[in-house]
Nanobody, 122 residues
Framework: QVQLAESGGGLAQAGGSLTLSCAAT????????AGWYRQTPSNQRELVAS???????VYADSAKGRFTISRDNAKNTVILQMTSLNPEDTAVYYC????????????????WGQGTLVTVSS
């Protein structure tokens, strides 16, 4: 009942920037937590950055000082601005959203996007 549409991945040169966007649609009452994760073929999926509806943020150590996460709660959108990219940032980036659905019982949801590939060349 919740869909996440990701955009903004692609190719960047080392030192460059990319911005990822994720829009959540569906029968959403509230997105309580939204974030970005990434995964490479040899690694588990790991948190890059997340943000609660109140504005509390969590960043991976590798993202601190380079990436910025922001949200538009009215549009259920979360954005990840990535700067000073390096080849180690190459991965598939996944958007995740958690929250509550409209309805009599306000059921929770925890939904993943399909992923967007970020490739950083040296």
């Amino acid at each position: 009942q919740v869909q996440l549409a990701e955009s903004g991945g692609g190719l960047a040169q080392a030192g460059g920037s990319l911005t990822l966007s994720c829009a959540a649609t569906g029968n959403i009452l509230k997105v309580s937590d939204a974030g970005w994760y990434r995964q490479t073929p040899s690694n588990q999926r790991e948190l890059v950055a997340s943000m609660t509806s109140a504005g509390t943020t969590v960043y991976a150590d590798s993202a601190k000082g380079r990436f910025t996460i922001s949200r538009d709660n009215a549009k259920n959108t979360v954005i990840l601005q990535m700067t000073s990219l390096n080849p180690e940032d190459t991965a598939v980036y996944y958007c995740n959203a958690k929250g509550l659905l409209h309805g009599q019982f306000y059921r929770p949801f925890d939904t993943w996007g399909q992923g967007t590939l970020v490739t950083v060349s040296s």
